[in-house]
């Protein structure tokens, strides 16, 4: 509905919220979405795009400060915490800290098999390590190798977990000789940043620890990312406030538009438009434990089995394996970096950030480079519990990728850790 000559408005088709797009004279657009969320309250957020013709670039602004940058060949997402993500179309990647320091970067790489061939590989160098939502720098970078796959054409890195002794992979095939109790740094780590249905407090399975060590890694890692780590965080930033007192004078004046025009008025019904003017979200961050329903739990477990098994026979976790396997529409992917996410259904965005979990809402068909997918559990002001949205299958990948290499981080924890009997 064309409000006047630069703002038009998109209601809901259920009359829970609304898009306003608004052109701005210096030739950029602001987009303003406002959302009934499940308990009631209504969310409002927003963006402002900027097109670069001679750079080829496209440029967001969120209006919690969040920054993305679409190049001809490239993509960069700025979170909250200083942290930069920059997703490459040769299937390198890269993260680059707020101090300019690389938190990991990729480079291709030439190795030899076991019969002496050579093939090109991506090599990822991680230079930093969290813990406890904090940053840490390494004395050596771990250095991880991925296989160059292909999806669509695009190149995309597909991990490849080392092999190592048969012996260590016993350990996972069957239940400890006696129950390890959650103690101390696990207990911690776990009540930290999720929360299930039935908590336990010790473990006979291996791969029950295991899950849910696998699922509170990547929330905290989220929140790590999610947290500004600068002086000034960028909810602060001159751009975002700027953005934020335009989204609410464009509510106000729309309101005003509609309450005195009868036909749009009519049109609109019971829309609230101003009832969320002052609820744009701050910081990003949150240490309030994420609720993880427990068929998501009890899934991720068979998941962690799989996966330990693949890592036992040297197989990488390949997308093009799950997509065909019979198990595809239950499988929940493990968000691996921060990322926005288009809705399904409308103009709107939200983002994903490191260890939400999202599943298939409808399986890709085969021309298709993105999957339609439900937010199943997220942290605080990632996508809601239930939304549909857009995400590259190379992001897809990525994410298998970050599920991979976490198995393997916390195998070593479990081995390290039950031998006492507490974890």
């Not at 009934?36 to 967001?60: C, H, I, M, Y």
């Not at 930290?192 to 929330?219: C, K």
């Not at 559990?377 to 298998?400: F, H, I, K, W, Y």
């Amino acid at each position: 509905m064309a409000i006047d000559t630069k703002t038009t408005l998109t209601p809901r088709g259920d009359r829970t919220g609304f898009d306003i797009h608004r052109k701005n004279t210096d030739g950029s657009q602001t987009v303003i979405t406002q959302k009934l969320l499940p308990d009631g309250s209504r969310k409002v957020t927003g963006f402002k795009q900027t097109e670069n013709a001679k750079e080829g670039t496209t440029t967001r602004v969120y209006s919690d400060g969040q920054r993305v940058v679409q190049g001809r060949d490239f993509e960069r997402r700025s979170t909250a915490s200083g942290l930069d993500f920059v997703a490459r179309n040769n299937g390198l990647r890269e993260a680059v800290m707020p101090d300019g320091k690389p938190a990991f970067k990729d480079r291709f790489a030439s190795v030899r098999d076991s019969r002496g061939a050579e093939r090109q590989v991506i090599e990822r160098s991680s230079y930093v390590n969290w813990s406890n939502g904090r940053a840490e720098y390494q004395q050596r970078p771990v250095v991880r190798q991925y296989d160059v796959g292909r999806i669509h054409g695009a190149p995309v890195a597909q991990y490849r977990p080392p092999v190592l002794a048969p012996d260590y992979y016993r350990r996972f095939r069957s239940n400890f000789s006696t129950p390890v109790v959650l103690a101390g740094i696990g207990a911690a780590a776990i009540g930290s940043w999720v929360a299930f249905g039935s908590p336990a407090t010790s473990y006979t399975d291996p791969a029950a620890l295991m899950g849910d060590m696998q699922i509170a890694s990547g929330f905290q890692q989220g929140n790590a990312y999610a947290t500004s780590s600068g002086a000034t965080p960028v909810y602060d930033t001159p751009e975002a406030a700027a953005l934020r007192n335009q989204m609410a004078q464009v509510q106000q004046q729309v309101g005003s538009n509609v309450a005195a025009d009868a036909a749009l008025n009519s049109q609109l019904g019971r829309i609230d438009m101003q009832g969320a003017a002052s609820q744009v979200p701050q910081a990003a961050g949150s240490n309030k434990p994420t609720q993880i329903p427990e068929d998501a739990r009890l899934q991720i477990r068979k998941q962690v089995r799989l996966s330990v098994a693949m890592q036992r026979n040297g197989r990488p976790l390949v997308l093009d394996d799950v997509l065909t396997s019979g198990f595809a529409s239950i499988y929940l992917f493990q968000t691996a970096q921060p990322l926005n996410a288009p809705s399904a259904a409308t103009a709107s965005e939200c983002f994903l950030y490191t260890g939400d979990l999202i599943g298939f809402a409808r399986l890709p068909g085969s021309n298709s480079s993105t999957a339609e997918m439900r937010v199943v559990a997220s942290g605080a002001n990632s996508c809601r519990p239930g939304e549909v949205v857009q995400v590259p299958l190379t992001d897809l990948q990525e994410m298998l990728n970050g599920f991979s290499e976490r198995v393997g981080d916390n195998m070593q924890r479990v081995t390290a850790c039950s031998a006492t009997g507490r974890c």
